[in-house]
């Protein structure tokens, strides 16, 4: 992870500076200066240079006493391209000193999370990689500010997105669901109190959906709860959270499509949001109590796969007749949702899965679904999506497709129409949420990939924020 480093806690050191300048670039030079006589020296000597390569390229960067300059525009207000422009011009120093004009209204929290993220990368399995293809940056400084009071939470946030997107990009033949439950079993240093439960657990409880999807791989599955209680007092859950955790999917029975296939190992990210999301709170010891419950599985085809026309009883005792097994995350969803709330007695729930190609094709991975039953939870989640940037938009629980999932042979279809299947798949997860929960879904299909087909982390920042504002309405 990068450092960060702010006036109070270091003087000014001899590193390349990089000048980050607004679309009123010129007076931002000259505000600049007045303040900066290194700046106001290295334009007037180089001014004119200087002024046809920001005019054309909005970079330049020059040396002046042995010091490199970097000036840089920026006009987009979005953070991570932000981050993206300046890491591209600062990753071959070890460090630099970030200038930033007070025209640019920069958040340095997001500013500080938008350079952790475009200088992550997850090259562990190459071994011809030279060492100069590797980012030098190991520090920044804003000589300008004073550290911000919540840094403690912008820190945590960098190590939970950096753990999440770590878990997404691992191989699924690395990261099997036991390997998965024992890496999240390693989080009990943090106060985190993590039970592994087995498949004999999830026989013995009757999770027939999460036990059918599992049958046809050869790696165990395991249901893991996570429990931090940073308000002891309290008897109640403040949260409580379901992530799917399908390390691969292969779409069992109804085999995917070859082009299909790659990247499904990234089928966990939901699962990924939520541990890392309980990881931030903890590191912060923030004193509200959460809970998690996560079902990791392999969906794989095998002669004792569940197939279509299959009907599986849930743990709620509900029947479903299965009709697609390349739908089996709603059908692990349901089970654990049932479970946090029989168990546990969960009364506000969130899940967080790559539930539906749907959700991808609609929104482009611009924005998450959002649905759910309860109004004042899901106000909190979109104002969570407008503080950090990771988008939602909320679609509709629609009665008629609700009643699409009726079956002649149980008590409801696992899907029906492949249309609509964003809402269809929610409808079919409300089956499962107790009178009195107040339930919100996340289907980040999309979200959880960038361009280059890497894990994002998307949600943690997310479900972290939601976390903050719960606890401000205490």
């Known amino acids: 992870m990068l450092e960060f480093v702010f006036r109070d806690e270091k003087k000014e050191e001899n590193c390349p500076k990089v000048v980050v300048l607004s679309e009123n670039w010129q007076q931002d030079i000259e505000r600049l200066g007045k303040e900066n006589k290194k700046i106001q020296d290295i334009w007037l000597k180089n001014e004119e240079f200087l002024v046809l390569l920001l005019s054309r390229k909005q970079v330049a960067q020059t040396v002046c006493n042995g010091e490199v300059f970097v000036f840089l525009i920026i006009k987009d207000k979005n ?21 930033i004009a007070p025209q640019c209204k920069l958040e340095f929290e997001r500013l500080a999370l938008a350079l952790e993220y475009a200088a992550y990368s997850f090259d562990k399995y190459k071994t011809t990689k030279k060492s100069e293809e590797f980012g030098c940056l190991e520090s920044v400084s804003f000589p300008q500010f ?57 026989k013995k409880n009757k999770m027939g959906l999460i036990e059918a999807v599992a049958k046809g791989s050869s790696n165990k599955s395991y249901l893991v709860v996570m429990q931090y209680v940073g308000n002891p007092k309290q008897k109640t859950w403040n949260l409580g959270l379901v992530g799917k955790g399908v390390t691969y999917d292969s779409g069992g029975i109804s085999l995917k499509l070859d082009n299909q296939q790659v990247g499904e190992k ?30 990791l ?30 739908g089996e995350g709603r059908l692990i969803l349901a089970d654990a949702l049932w479970f946090l709330q029989e168990k546990f007695g969960a009364k506000k729930v969130i899940d967080v899965a790559t539930l539906t190609g749907s959700t991808a094709y609609i929104f482009a991975g611009f924005y998450a ?3 759910g039953n309860n109004a ?39 899907l029906a129409k492949k249309e609509a299947d964003s809402t269809q798949a929610a409808c079919f997860l409300q089956n499962f949420i107790k009178e009195g929960t107040a339930w919100a879904h996340l289907d980040i299909a999309g979200c959880h990939t960038d361009e280059k087909e890497n894990a994002t982390g998307f949600g943690v920042a997310l479900l972290t924020e939601v976390i903050n504002l719960l606890m401000e309405k205490k």
Do not use: H
């Open 297 to 326: 599985i392999e969906n794989m085809p095998a002669g004792n796969a569940y197939k279509p026309d299959d009907v599986l009883t849930s743990m709620s005792s509900k029947t479903v007749e299965i009709v697609d097994t390349d």
């Open 146 to 202: 004073e550290q911000p009071q919540d840094w403690k939470k912008v820190v945590a946030l960098a190590n939970g997105i950096r753990y999440a997107r770590d878990l997404g990009n691992e191989p699924s033949n690395v990261l099997t669901p036991e390997v998965l439950a024992l890496d999240i079993k390693r989080l009990e240093y943090l106060d985190i109190r993590v039970d592994l439960f087995d498949e004999d657990f999830i």
């Open 79 to 99: 953070y991570k391209k932000i981050g993206q422009k300046i890491y591209g011009k600062i990753a071959d120093f070890q460090k630099v000193s970030l200038i």
């Open 266 to 295: 990234k089928d966990m990210c939901g699962a990924a949001a939520v541990i890392a999301a309980m990881k931030v709170a903890a590191l912060q010891k923030l004193p509200i109590n959460l809970i998690a419950v996560l079902p």
């Open 369 to 371: 679904a959002l649905l």
């Open 376 to 414: 004042n939870l899901m106000a909190i989640v979109k104002k969570a999506a407008e503080i950090t940037g990771e988008k939602v938009w909320e679609l509709p629980l629609e009665e008629e497709i609700s009643k699409r999932l009726k079956s002649e042979v149980a008590d409801l279809k696992q």
